[in-house]
């Protein structure tokens, strides 16, 4: 339960002014629920809502007293559950800690590049040191963390952020693993120097002894609103990599691959058992969709999901359009946070708060990716070939589609 505030405020009708990007004083809808409803009503809403873990509710966990303190010094959310799998005969649990940080940005856009990246490396420093004294085996950081999200303005000077995979951020976040023995997933702005200094929005996935294993470049490049981010960076060309990890099988589909299915099931198809989608996002254009399609994915395609969104609003110098009608503005709106995990029983996890900075840690039992796949049988009763064979026609100029029209129309 949010505290006696935010308690007030719900007896109060929701008169109290709300916190930037709170739901009438509340940081998130299950923190609302839990202060309106009675323990048995929200019991039962929350098994609507957020599902059943192996059929019964999803269990919190504690989390060690300097993990606590660092939350309460740097004033960030911090949630720990864990996700069950059946015990098995055959195989032993195969529990990995999984960690998400969400964040907002330090100083003023207007401040100098070096100031603002080197502010937003230290505000991540004490919630990576939450995760790593947390056990987080895993950590995913949000899409272009270490910059603010300028991309939609389509000036060209924020590219200056724009750094080599063995850049600062990575140098920063390489001895961090190495501190914590934890593999990090670090979604930056890449500058491709080796290929005439092309930029690309990457996944840097750092091994837990400080070692690059790989990278991944964001598939899919929106075209929506004040997000056209093509002004800035190219379509991936790393396909659809799964990163065999010290703690299991990782991919990354950054921030709007998240709305195409195939490149969910793409990632599935490769092994991937836990699939990371960092993202900056902002309410007006997609929160419906924010707590339905990573749970979907994980559900099609018997993995687990980690949603990251970034937190605030960032105003920018100068304004700019959409190209949509809207009246030019500085900023993109509120990016509502709302970080969660989703798993492939269907269950997930309550979000982080969607106005503050945040830690959420989970165990998840990897063995519950096969257990699903058995009970659902997704993958032996999929139609792979006829899906084959519609796309390679489709790809043909003289595609038609497989239309059969009344008669009587005719």
């Known amino acids: 339960m949010e505290g006696t505030e935010e308690l007030k405020n719900a007896q109060n009708g929701g008169l109290q002014p709300p916190k930037d990007g709170s739901i009438k004083g509340f940081e998130s809808l299950h923190r609302l629920l839990e202060a309106s409803l009675s323990p048995e009503i929200f019991q039962e809403v929350s098994r609507l809502l957020i599902g059943l873990n192996c059929g019964r509710p999803l269990e919190r966990i504690g989390y060690p007293d300097l993990a606590k303190n660092l939350s309460l010094t740097h004033d960030f959310d911090l949630q720990a559950f864990r996700f069950h799998a059946e015990k098995e005969d055959m195989r032993q649990s195969r529990i990995v800690r999984v960690g998400l940080i969400q964040n907002s940005i330090v100083l003023p856009t207007t401040a100098p590049f070096a100031d603002q990246k080197k502010a937003i490396m230290e505000k991540l420093r004490p919630l990576i040191d939450a995760a790593g004294a947390s056990g987080v085996n895993i950590l995913c950081l949000q899409e272009a963390w270490m910059m603010p999200f300028a991309f939609c303005t389509r000036e060209k000077q924020w590219c200056e952020f724009a750094e080599p995979i063995y850049g600062e951020s990575t140098?920063?976040?390489?001895?961090?693993?190495?501190?914590?023995?934890?593999?990090?997933?670090?979604?930056?702005?890449?500058?491709?120097?080796?290929?005439?200094?092309?930029?690309?929005n990457t996944a840097v996935i750092i091994g837990n002894h400080g070692?690059?294993?790989?990278?991944?470049?964001?598939?899919?490049?929106?075209?929506?609103?004040?997000?056209?981010?093509?002004?800035?960076?190219?379509?991936?060309?790393?396909?659809?990599?799964?990163?065999?990890?010290?703690y299991g099988k990782i991919a990354v589909n950054i921030c709007y691959g998240r709305h195409h299915p195939l490149n969910w099931l793409a990632f599935g198809l490769n092994g991937a058992e836990i699939?990371?989608?960092?993202?900056?996002?902002?309410?007006?254009?997609?929160?419906?969709?924010?707590?339905?399609?990573?749970?979907?994915?994980?559900?099609a395609n018997s993995f687990f999901?980690?949603?990251?969104?970034?937190?605030?609003?960032?105003?920018?110098?100068?304004?700019?359009?959409?190209?949509?009608?809207?009246?030019?503005?500085?900023?993109?709106?509120?990016?509502?946070?709302?970080?969660?995990?989703?798993?492939?029983?269907?269950?997930?996890?309550?979000s982080l708060s969607r106005c503050k900075d945040g830690l959420l840690v989970a165990d998840m039992?990897?063995?519950?990716?096969?257990?699903?796949?058995?009970?659902?049988?997704?993958?032996?009763?999929?139609?792979?070939?006829?899906?084959?064979?519609?796309?390679?026609?489709?790809?043909?100029?003289g595609f038609i589609p497989q239309v059969i029209i009344d008669p009587l129309l005719q």
């Open 365 to 397: 039992d990897l063995n519950l990716c096969r257990q699903l796949k058995d009970k659902w049988g997704f993958r032996m009763t999929a139609r792979y070939q006829m899906y084959a064979n519609l796309l390679r026609q489709y790809l043909k100029p």
């Open 275 to 299: 699939v990371f989608n960092p993202s900056a996002t902002v309410g007006e254009l997609s929160e419906p969709m924010w707590p339905i399609e990573a749970r979907n994915a994980a559900i």
């Open 171 to 200: 140098a920063f976040l390489q001895e961090l693993a190495r501190n914590h023995n934890m593999v990090i997933v670090s979604p930056i702005l890449e500058r491709d120097v080796k290929h005439g200094e092309t930029i690309w």
């Open 211 to 246: 070692n690059i294993i790989g990278k991944h470049r964001k598939n899919h490049i929106p075209r929506v609103g004040d997000f056209n981010e093509s002004s800035y960076y190219m379509e991936g060309n790393t396909g659809h990599p799964v990163f065999e990890t010290a």
């Open 305 to 350: 999901v980690g949603s990251i969104n970034r937190v605030g609003t960032e105003v920018f110098p100068n304004p700019f359009t959409s190209g949509d009608g809207k009246p030019e503005h500085r900023d993109f709106g509120h990016f509502y946070g709302s970080s969660h995990f989703s798993a492939p029983d269907a269950s997930c996890s309550p």
